[in-house]
């Protein structure tokens, strides 16, 4: 498809010409779609619209203690900022696919986070016997600086994931985009709409007036969170030290859980690749293909399956490369009911993995298509030398070292068969006394196996057809098609080939690759879906250095480690500029370190929900979950900004020290668990989803916001206390 043009779009101009064709085709000719592409976007981007409805259901539902007027006013400040929002990825370049959409659903939970912070703090000001103008004028200026705060650390924290290296930034690059203008547009609309709408219909209070869900949720909070905060403010350091070690255990999942790159497509699809032994012909790598498909065509689930033989199907996946053509190759791809589960394909998968690998004949790979940027095999190990016979035998350690450990499955090693070549070999000496030249044997030879092309002619249907002078062909060529050979002389005589050469067999490498400008062998593994891939690697990784390497001759890893390394190249140092923006904007805003060092407390502490959340899930740590974790990092700083910038502010009116700490700790709980349990509401839907790509994203932020809300509302207050800023 042309780049920059939408595939629902070209699919309404292309199925009506398709249903014309069929309509022509003889009889004994058929056109089926195998596949299209089109159809799963437009049920993707269906289900991503549902999620989108589903997640401003919840945060509508969420909103409710602010009153049905605060709660419609905050309300509409979705579709503004994410109109603004697009309008501004759309000047940057950036189109609607599903990484951009699931940003906008994951800032959808996020750009409500502002106008509710504006709009609760304009009702307590209203509430405190103010006229709706003033209220949203003091309340909006007491506010301002905390909301721009807050915001430009959620826009961080999204940075490191813009300026990823390689092709995992390119990959992933549009969803971190799409929140940071959503979030941007939201603080625009929450400092100017917002309070501009509030004084039209926000209604004069009087002092202490209420909703009945207000009142409900301050009940709840005076009567549960007042008195574990004053029990944890008069024994802080012991606060302190449980809260630390909860943290401490959480790190020891980090090895429970391992880490994969990038998780397995859970489309109900896969492709089936047969190699048969080297130099077959189309018609017995035909016959293999065929017994292949009668065995997948006993799959319950099935609904199709389209098979090439001699090469390899069309690009049917984004980073899945089709094979030239080749003789002794083939290849299914199958594709199953579209309600298939990902755990019933991979059941699927392992069955007729085990089933043809009692198939004699041929080499049958079950591959099931994988997420990110493309990559030979999860396991690669490349050796770079010289001498082609030292690299063969240095492959085939590597090969059974592949093969011994556990977790690995279709090891290949393109050096493991010698193909064997027949060598023409001249007489020189001979031949020049004969007068024959050694041109005119290569050539006579040529012709009499390969042929030579003598032109082309237009046949009298117009077709193009080439003039191929050669010798009779039987079924099966023989040493005896070498026998009738005869080599002319410059005196027109002929001499039998057998007089002048000998026929010798010799064996030679498959390929000859490269890497750098050296020669290679990458000798590669896929491995078991019941297996990490991180840690086969690891094992194969230890073994490695039981391999001797002769001088001049290195490995190094491809495959997933590489892309790993790629993918986080220079990560370390974006992290840490991230860092120094963070502690740079928060000084700028409290002006002091104390207040700086209390609010980046809250990290650790949303690391922990975040874990335990992979943990029960059942999800590794994998790129898109570290994504999260430096999402949430920035999201739970904000949270933190509120109540620590609020106690500031009442410490400068004169309350004391501890009773600032608990005055800001009730005030500002409802905005901040309303801004908490809308974002959670705005990513359930993700979380949710088949999709193995995304939904770690949302576990992650889920578990994060979580746990940061329930440990920091006590944990921030108490380091509040331990380490007071100057005011």
């Given at each position: 498809m042309k780049e920059g043009t939408n595939i629902s779009k070209v699919q309404e101009k292309y199925s009506p010409l398709l249903a014309t064709s069929i309509e022509k085709l003889p009889e004994n000719i058929d056109l089926i779609v195998a596949f299209d592409q089109a159809d799963y976007v437009n049920r993707r981007l269906g289900g991503l619209g549902m999620d989108f409805l589903i997640a401003i259901a919840l945060v509508f539902v969420t909103l409710l203690p602010l009153g049905n007027r605060a709660s419609i006013i905050v309300m509409v400040s979705i579709p503004l900022s994410l109109a603004i929002g697009l309008i501004l990825m759309n000047a940057l370049g950036y189109g609607l696919n599903q990484l951009s959409i699931v940003g906008l659903v994951v800032a959808l939970g996020l750009l409500v986070d502002d106008s509710i912070v504006v709009v609760e703090n304009i009702?307590?000001?209203?509430?405190?016997?103010?006229?709706?103008?003033?209220?949203?004028?003091?309340?909006?200026?007491?506010?301002?600086?905390?909301?721009?705060?807050?915001?430009?650390?959620?826009?961080?924290?999204?940075?490191?994931?813009?300026?990823?290296?390689?092709?995992?930034?390119?990959?992933?690059?549009?969803?971190?985009?799409?929140?940071?203008?959503?979030?941007?547009?939201?603080?625009?609309?929450?400092?100017t709409i917002i309070p501009f709408l509030s004084t039209w219909f926000l209604k004069n209070k009087e002092a202490g007036h209420s909703n009945r869900f207000f009142d409900l949720f301050q009940r709840g909070i005076h009567a549960s969170y007042a008195p574990l905060l004053e029990k944890a403010l008069k024994k802080p350091v012991a606060t302190l030290l449980i809260a630390g070690a909860i943290f401490f255990l959480s790190l020891g999942l980090f090895p429970i859980l391992g880490f994969s790159l990038f998780p397995s497509s859970e489309k109900p699809q896969f492709l089936v690749n047969i190699t048969?032994?080297?130099?077959?012909?189309?018609?017995?790598?035909?016959?293999?293909?065929?017994?292949?498909?009668?065995?997948?065509?006993?799959?319950?689930?099935?609904?199709?399956?389209?098979?090439?033989?001699?090469k390899g199907n069309p690009r049917i996946y984004y980073n899945e490369i089709p094979e030239n053509e080749r003789s002794d190759y083939g290849q299914l791809f199958?594709?199953?009911?579209?309600?298939?589960?990902?755990?019933?394909?991979?059941?699927?998968?392992?069955?007729?993995?085990?089933?043809?690998?009692?198939?004699?004949?041929?080499?049958?790979?079950?591959?099931?298509?994988?997420?990110?940027?493309?990559?030979?095999?999860?396991?690669?190990?490349?050796l770079v030398g010289e001498n082609l016979d030292t690299l063969r035998s240095l492959?085939?350690?590597?090969?059974?070292?592949?093969?011994?450990?556990?977790?690995?499955?279709?090891?290949?090693?393109?050096?493991?068969?010698?193909?064997?070549?027949?060598?023409?070999?001249?007489?020189?000496?001979?031949?020049?006394?004969?007068?024959?030249?050694?041109?005119?044997?290569?050539?006579?030879?040529?012709?009499?196996?390969?042929?030579?092309?003598?032109?082309?002619?237009?046949?009298?249907?117009?077709?193009?057809?080439?003039?191929?002078?050669?010798?009779?062909?039987?079924?099966?060529?023989?040493?005896?098609?070498?026998?009738?050979?005869?080599?002319?002389?410059?005196?027109?005589?002929?001499?039998?080939l057998s007089q002048i050469a000998d026929l010798k067999f010799e064996s030679s490498t498959l390929t000859i690759d490269h890497y750098n400008k050296n020669r290679s062998v990458s000798v590669s593994s896929f491995v078991d879906a019941n297996y990490l891939t991180d840690r086969v690697l690891n094992q194969v990784i230890d073994k490695l250095d039981e391999i001797p390497l002769p001088e001049g001759y290195r490995l190094s890893l491809g495959g997933e480690y590489e892309t790993k390394q790629e993918s986080f190249a220079g990560f370390d140092t974006i992290i840490i500029i991230t860092v120094f923006l963070?502690?740079?904007?928060?000084?700028?805003?409290?002006?002091?370190?104390?207040?700086?060092?209390?609010?980046?407390?809250?990290?650790?502490?949303?690391?922990?929900?975040?874990?335990?959340?992979?943990?029960?899930?059942?999800?590794?740590?994998?790129?898109?979950?570290?994504?999260?974790?430096?999402?949430?990092?920035?999201?739970?700083?904000?949270?933190?900004?509120?109540?620590?910038?609020?106690?500031?502010?009442?410490?400068?009116?004169?309350?004391?020290?501890?009773?600032?700490?608990?005055?800001?700790g009730e005030i500002r709980f409802l905005p901040i668990v309303l801004t908490t349990i809308t974002a959670i509401g705005g990513l359930i839907p993700v979380a949710l989803s088949t999709n193995p790509l995304i939904s770690p994203l949302a576990i992650v932020l889920i578990g994060g916001l979580i746990s940061s809300t329930i440990l920091s509302r006590i944990v921030t207050p108490v380091l509040y206390k331990l380490l007071p800023p100057k005011i």
């Open positions: 009702e307590r000001w209203i509430r405190d016997g103010y006229n709706k103008k003033e209220a949203a004028i003091k309340a909006t200026q007491q506010i301002s600086i905390s909301v721009i705060g807050c915001t430009v650390t959620l826009i961080i924290a999204f940075l490191p994931l813009v300026f990823l290296p390689e092709s995992s930034g390119d990959f992933v690059r549009s969803l971190p985009m799409s929140v940071i203008m959503s979030v941007l547009a939201s603080l625009v609309v929450s400092l048969t032994p080297l130099q077959s012909n189309l018609s017995n790598t035909d016959t293999l293909v065929r017994q292949v498909e009668q065995e997948v065509s006993k799959i319950p689930e099935l609904r199709n399956f389209a098979t090439n033989v001699g199958v594709q199953l009911q579209p309600e298939t589960s990902a755990p019933r394909k991979l059941e699927i998968i392992q069955t007729l993995q085990s089933s043809f690998a009692k198939l004699v004949g041929a080499k049958v790979e079950v591959k099931n298509f994988e997420q990110g940027p493309p990559v030979t095999a999860p396991i690669e190990i490349r492959a085939g350690k590597v090969e059974q070292l592949l093969k011994q450990t556990l977790g690995t499955l279709y090891v290949n090693n393109p050096v493991s068969n010698l193909k064997t070549d027949i060598r023409v070999a001249i007489q020189k000496d001979k031949a020049r006394q004969l007068g024959i030249a050694t041109a005119d044997i290569d050539q006579t030879v040529r012709l009499a196996l390969a042929g030579l092309n003598l032109g082309s002619f237009t046949d009298p249907k117009g077709n193009e057809r080439s003039i191929l002078l050669t010798t009779p062909k039987d079924d099966r060529a023989t040493l005896e098609t070498f026998d009738p050979i005869f080599i002319y002389n410059n005196q027109g005589k002929g001499v039998p963070f502690i740079a904007v928060l000084i700028l805003l409290f002006r002091t370190f104390k207040s700086t060092i209390i609010v980046l407390s809250v990290i650790p502490l949303g690391m922990v929900g975040a874990l335990i959340a992979l943990w029960i899930t059942g999800n590794s740590l994998s790129f898109v979950a570290i994504i999260g974790l430096i999402a949430l990092a920035g999201i739970e700083v904000k949270t933190s900004i509120l109540l620590v910038d609020f106690t500031n502010q009442l410490r400068k009116e004169g309350v004391e020290l501890d009773t600032a700490i608990q005055q800001s």
